[in-house]
């Protein structure tokens, strides 16, 4: 069996700056790998993650170095323990679902032996800013059901009030990507609380997060940074409510799957998520929203331009995707 592998890096312009705590961007720069076999051809796209080590060059060489097995047909389960999780392996097994349901002349998801994925509610971001400048970004958002809102600085507790005030019919989510303290934690806790914030994301470091344990967790709490693939979950008992899966981190749809069965049987809820990228990036992971108590998909609202074909959105409702896209 002889594949054809081909690499491209894309950047891709954002509507507006998008900030959290750990900087801003103004583009989502993705790596996509496309598999061909016999005249059909498979696409993935991945985002590579500062946090986590990543660069768009150590990515494409990740790949780079599996051209020959991948070229000599490397299936998706070898692939699993082939390269290590990540962006890199996400980008290639999402490419090689596609193939495969191409192929077969069946959709991704009955070949996952999952139910028919549905429109879902996503939520939408609002980047970290100044507390009046958040306050107005509700605003002119509020017809939203669903807001995430990105936190994490000293002052955290105006900036969720003037959220809340500018968007007062939302439900809210909160992503303090590492940035709060354990000797902060407690009040932000209360601040959102308050106002009736649905989840928190990931408060503290993952290097510093055992004193979620000791803590009245007034709202749930949901892993992110501490959680990648189904190697991190023994770590979480008594520190999270739930997980959120991003095929980046898990290293793509494979292991995202079994992810999210093992999460479910330990009684972790789950949340479906994404780094910044085009609807190709954003299809795959829709495979598992009638699994998830909630959906962050919203990485092509953000940009000034997706891809064609891509996701179909209805304000905060994405239906899935067309095959023209992918799976």
């Known amino acids: 069996m002889s594949m054809r592998l081909s690499l491209s890096v894309e950047r891709w312009p954002l509507a507006n700056v998008f900030t959290i705590a750990r900087g801003s961007k103004t583009e989502a720069v993705v790596v996509v790998a496309e598999i061909e076999r016999d005249g059909v051809t498979g696409r993935g796209e991945c985002v590579p993650y500062a ?135 407690a009040a932000n806790f209360r601040a959102c609380a308050d106002v009736g914030v649905v989840l928190i994301e990931q408060p503290l470091p993952s290097s510093d997060d055992g004193a979620l344990a000791d803590v009245e967790r007034l709202v749930p709490v949901c892993a992110d940074e501490s959680l990648h693939d189904r190697a991190s979950l023994r770590q979480l008992a008594g520190r999270y409510d739930a997980i959120n899966i991003k095929l980046d981190k898990a290293g793509g749809l494979t292991e995202a799957l079994a992810l999210a069965r093992d999460a479910r049987a330990l009684d972790l809820d789950l949340m479906i998520g994404c780094m910044v990228g085009t609807s190709l990036a954003m299809a795959p992971a829709l495979l598992l929203g009638g699994q998830a108590k909630v959906i962050d998909l919203d990485g092509p609202l953000l940009l000034s331009r997706d891809r064609e074909p891509g996701l179909h959105y209805e304000g905060n409702l994405v239906y899935p995707p067309e095959a023209g896209l992918w799976g």
Do not use: F
């Open 51 to 185: 946090r986590y080590g990543e660069t768009v060059e150590g990515v494409v060489a990740a790949i780079e170095a599996q051209r020959g097995v991948l070229e000599g047909g490397l299936g998706r389960e070898a692939l699993q323990s082939a390269m290590p999780a990540g962006a890199a392996r996400n980008a290639v097994d999402c490419a090689l679902w596609d193939l495969e349901a191409k192929r077969a002349g069946k959709p991704a998801w009955q070949l996952a032996g999952l139910t028919a994925p549905q429109p879902v509610i996503t939520a939408y971001t609002i980047s970290l800013a100044e507390p009046e400048a958040m306050g107005e970004a509700a605003a002119k958002a509020a017809h939203r059901p669903l807001l995430k809102v990105k936190l994490g600085t000293a002052d955290d507790a105006a900036r969720i009030a003037a959220v809340r005030r500018n968007a007062p019919h939302s439900q809210l989510i909160i992503d303090a990507n590492e940035g709060w303290r354990a000797d902060n934690l």
